[in-house]
């Protein structure tokens, strides 16, 4: 591997990982076959096989919705249920048999009474390890009792743990209560000298506060979460330089930036497009440190943390609404402090802060879930936004709303709203928030407005031959368009996801099979993008979000 662990440039921050050569934009660091420890969210693992996490069809009523609006189905793999637990499930013997090997012997007598509940992905990562660590007494993993070195619960001597008891003890709380329930479902095992009990607490720990989200880039869902000792050896930073891709199940760290031989490399744990004090609560309440990356150190002084206009400007018109929400987010209000003149001013503009980031999904209150939320709520909050004339299109949380429009206009069939929408965020919001091109949230996006344009293009989905013809008068043809977007999801793919990945093949194939349907050489579909394009762009800067 080209990269070393060693202590972190960042005061206080332990080991991180640094490269041992250069690379470039787009380059893959390294690739794990699959994460150490990988669990499902619940919810996939009645169709995603738990060893692979390819993910099966959805069931036939949404496949035939999707494939009615011209959208990916799911590669249509069938999983079979363990027949031991009924719990998990498998694609295939070899993927069943693997993970048996590996994991599920430890786990497939606690998770199978009929009368126990589905347990969170945290819990059953750590009835695996605590059963993987009594049955390697000779200490062969070592891999395995490197998590229990990572912070905050080992490496640092449970000062990290003290830290969470005191600030947030109604997380601690929660946390020990599950790592409790893992223990005691697993037997209470006996692991050498060991206590037990706090090993379970150790890996809960960790595998909670050190997890990357995997997800399926084909079909944005989310999958479950992964912990890896090499990976998770990277540290945070605001400004990384690297990205971690998932392509089920191998795990991929792409450069995103130039890295030099014995520089630190830093991936994200959280949105980094959100302001200063957003992101610096998110690691807080999530990841129980505070952010000392070099942006962080410069506080509140980049793009994404500067309004149109000055706070203290806020319109009189929102005084009074600001104050309601002064009363409902008190407990928010420092999280979303501005820096204002006027107190007055700071406290209203950290109001309206607090009310559209939870709309968008984001609460740093540890008593309320992240339920999602209706179109209408989302629509108030960008109105609020964009009305008080502080917010533009990129200032945090305009974009995440957006995206949240986009995904509900698009699983309602109303193509057209999202296709707008998916073309402002293209052309005016990717780019500043995501400069590198191969950015793999950008590629995503791309693909979603190639397979939103296809849609647009089939005269047989109701409405949407009226939308391609007034296009056509406004001089772009869709089916231009359609390429233009497939073209350049496919350009990235290799810096991105990797052509072999599983998102790599399917946009291979719909590529090729795209052209076999027409009799246009490439170069010339081409030069026609490249003529549509500039038009394109203006249909995004006219789009009025409020008005779809
Ligand atoms: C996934 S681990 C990274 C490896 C860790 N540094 C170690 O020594 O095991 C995450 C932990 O590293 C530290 N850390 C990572 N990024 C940091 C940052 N930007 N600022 C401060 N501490 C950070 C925090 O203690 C956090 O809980």
Request: with cysteine.
């Amino acid at each position: 591997m080209e990269v070393e662990r060693k202590k972190s440039g960042i005061e206080g921050a332990g080991r991180g990982l640094f490269a041992k050569k250069d690379f470039q934009p787009g380059d893959v660091i390294f690739t794990l076959d699959r994460p150490y420890v990988a669990e499902l969210d619940i919810n996939r693992l009645q169709d995603t096989c738990a060893w692979c996490f390819q993910r099966g069809a959805a069931d036939d009523e949404e496949r035939a919705r999707r494939a009615a609006l011209g959208f990916f189905t799911g590669g249509g793999i069938e999983t079979k249920a363990c027949t031991g637990c009924k719990r998990v499930r498998y694609c295939s013997k070899p993927c069943q048999s693997k993970a048996w090997k590996r994991e599920h012997k430890h786990e497939c007598k606690v998770i199978a009474p009929e009368t126990r509940p589905d347990l969170p992905h945290g819990v059953r990562a750590v009835i695996k390890l605590l059963g993987r660590l009594k049955n390697d007494s000779a200490g062969k993993d070592e891999l395995l009792l490197d998590i229990l070195q990572f912070t905050p619960a080992g490496g640092d001597k449970g000062e990290a743990l003290e830290r969470i008891k005191k600030e947030n003890p109604q997380r601690f709380e929660d946390f020990s209560m599950l790592a409790y329930g893992a223990w005691k479902y697993s037997g209470e095992p006996s692991i050498g000298d060991m206590d037990s009990e706090m090993i379970a607490k150790a890996f809960f720990y960790n595998v909670m506060s050190n997890t990357i989200q995997l997800s399926s880039a084909l079909d944005d869902t989310s999958l479950g979460v992964g912990f890896d000792p090499i990976l998770c050896s990277a540290n945070h930073s605001c400004d990384p330089n690297s990205v971690v891709v998932f392509n089920q199940p191998k795990l991929v760290l792409r450069a995103i930036k130039p890295i030099k031989k014995g520089e630190e490399i830093f991936m994200k744990y959280v949105d980094v497009t959100n302001p200063f004090s957003v992101r610096q609560a998110e690691l807080r309440d999530s990841y129980f440190f505070r952010c000392q990356c070099a942006k962080c150190k410069k506080g509140a002084a980049f793009p994404e943390d500067k309004f149109l206009k000055a706070p203290d400007e806020l319109p009189k018109d929102f005084f009074k609404l600001a104050d309601d929400l002064r009363k409902r987010h008190a407990k928010q209000l420092p999280t979303f402090f501005v820096p204002a003149n006027d107190p007055e001013a700071q406290l209203r503009v950290a109001a309206i802060q607090a009310e559209v980031f939870s709309v968008s999904g984001l609460t740093f209150d540890v008593n309320k879930g992240n339920d999602t939320s209706s179109e209408e709520e989302v629509l108030d909050a960008l109105k609020l936004c964009l009305n008080t004339g502080l917010w533009g299109y990129t200032r945090q949380p305009v974009p995440h709303l957006l995206r949240q429009l986009l995904v509900m206009y698009l699983s309602q069939g109303r193509i057209y709203q999202a296709w707008r929408i998916g073309a402002l965020r293209h052309f005016l919001i990717s780019p500043t928030l995501y400069p590198t091109a191969s950015y793999p949230d950008r590629v995503i996006d791309c693909w979603m407005m190639s397979t939103a344009t296809n849609s647009l293009c089939n005269p047989n989905i109701p409405g949407h031959k009226e939308i391609f013809d007034q296009c056509l008068k406004s001089g772009f043809d869709l089916r231009i368009v359609y390429f233009g977007f497939l073209i350049e999801t496919r350009e990235q793919i290799e810096r991105s996801f990797g052509k072999d990945s599983p998102f790599g093949q399917v946009v291979e194939n719909v590529f090729q099979k795209t052209m076999q349907n027409t009799d246009i050489p490439l170069s010339e579909i081409k030069d026609k993008v490249k003529e549509t394009w500039p038009k394109l762009k203006a249909v995004a800067h006219n789009v009025d979000v409020l008005k779809l």
